[in-house]
């Protein structure tokens, strides 16, 4: 099954792991949100409040890499942030390996605060200058107790290992390394505290494009070695469509479309998530849906638009759309796609003409069966 899935209030996250290892997904959000008050006056009151995220759901498996994407400011840092408990949410659940994350305290919060982790998109944020390489990744070993301080020196030459590092780069500054170098080692320091879930948050965007596809294979290496799960958080398309296995399109602190990035990829419905992929160069500019690229800006989060928040750019906006919000809802097509759109079925190609593109035609079937042979 995917690993992704909206969770229908009140149903409990259903699983995504192997049966034999677990039967609760890695990681499982339901109805995240978090409203930031705006205070302003002589006392300080709160008088307004930035919609950051608004009713966040979905859950990802080890093994697999659930992306969020959506333009600046739509609240995918704020999602990141909330997983790892850097910040409380307003109301929602946070499950790890179906233990409850929010409700975690003391050593059970330090023992689950060690199962997710996250890389940032810019390394220098998480590594001290004043510390070598070595200091840096024995300190979570140390933290969260996952080696003992006999097997500390050679965790931390394994870990370097891992990520494609020298075992001499231990006693290096994080000046002293390069962007992409940073980047690996800020994903040592993550691995070093044992984690199940590792948080991304444009862990690529500060690289040159040839340093990222080395960082992406390296994770998708980590993945496949260590059956991590990813939460991948990018603004750049074409970054996720490499490594996602199930995609969140998230618009002003809301998902709009979530279910498998393949089907997303090569059949999107929403009109955000059609005219998002418009923008992006893919081989096969017929597999995806044809949608102008959108015009103006997000409207502030501190006064989202009545009804679907995206009425106000979206070509297909209509009364219905002005004054009802639309729910996620699956498509109920077994795709494992959810959709949050009165309009989709209208304006999105016919399923025969979808289902026309993503079969493959049985000629060029046998052609490719004939050159594999
Ligand atoms: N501490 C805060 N106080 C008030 N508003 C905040 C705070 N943190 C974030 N916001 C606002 O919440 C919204 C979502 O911000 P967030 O950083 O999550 O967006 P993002 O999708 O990560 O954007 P980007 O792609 O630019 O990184 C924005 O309007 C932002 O200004
Ligand atoms: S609900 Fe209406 S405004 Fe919102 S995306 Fe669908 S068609 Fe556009
Ligand atoms: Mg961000």
């Known amino acids: 099954m995917s690993g992704v899935s909206p969770i229908e209030p ?12 677990s039967s609760r997904p890695a990681l499982a959000a339901e109805g995240l949100v978090k409203h930031f008050p705006i205070r302003t006056g002589v006392f300080g009151r709160a008088n307004a409040h930035v919609r950051a995220v608004d009713g966040v759901s979905f859950e990802v498996g080890a093994g697999r890499t659930f992306a969020i994407v ?10 990141a942030r909330l997983l790892l408990r850097l910040i409380e949410p307003d109301a929602g659940r946070i499950a790890l390996d179906g233990e409850d994350l929010r409700a975690a305290e003391g050593a059970v919060l330090r023992r689950l605060r060690g199962r997710i982790q996250l890389v940032f998109q810019d390394p220098y944020g998480s590594l001290n200058p004043r510390m070598t390489a070595g200091d840096m990744l024995a300190e979570p070993l140390m933290l969260h107790g996952t ?5 500390r020196g050679a965790r931390v ?7 494609g590092l020298r075992a001499d780069a231990a006693r290096r500054y994080p000046h002293e390394f390069s962007g992409g170098q940073r980047q690996r080692l800020a994903i040592a320091r993550a691995l070093a505290a044992g984690p199940r879930v590792i948080v991304c948050d444009e862990p690529v965007s500060a690289l040159d494009v040839s340093i990222q596809a080395q960082i992406l294979n390296l994770l998708a290496d980590l993945q496949r070695r260590l059956g991590l799960a990813y939460v991948f958080i990018s603004h750049d398309l074409a970054v996720v469509r490499q490594i996602a296995t199930d995609i969140g399109v998230m618009y002003l602190g ?6 498998p990035a393949a089907t997303v990829f090569a059949t999107p419905r929403h009109p955000y998530t059609r005219a998002l992929l418009s923008a992006v160069p893919v081989p096969d500019p017929a597999a995806r849906g044809r949608e102008p690229a959108i015009g103006g800006d997000v409207p502030s ?10 009425h106000t750019r979206c070509p297909h906006a209509d009364a219905r759309c002005r004054a009802e919000t639309p729910p996620l809802a699956p498509t109920g097509e077994g795709d494992g796609v959810a959709l949050a759109c009165w309009r989709w079925r ?4 016919p399923a025969s003409a979808r289902a026309a593109r ?12 004939a050159f594999a042979r």
Do not use: M, N
């Open 358 to 369: 993503t079969r493959p035609d049985p000629a060029l079937a046998r052609l490719q069966a």
């Open 147 to 151: 080696a003992e301080a006999s097997a």
């Open 346 to 349: 209208e304006i999105a190609p």
């Open 254 to 259: 809301r998902f709009v479309e979530t279910g």
């Open 10 to 21: 009140g149903a409990s996250p259903s699983g995504a792991r192997p049966a034999a290892v």
């Open 70 to 79: 959506g333009e600046s400011g739509c609240g995918k840092s704020t999602v």
């Open 301 to 310: 989060p501190l006064e989202p638009p009545p009804g679907c928040a995206f």
């Open 157 to 163: 030459s394994e870990l370097l290992s891992q990520v």
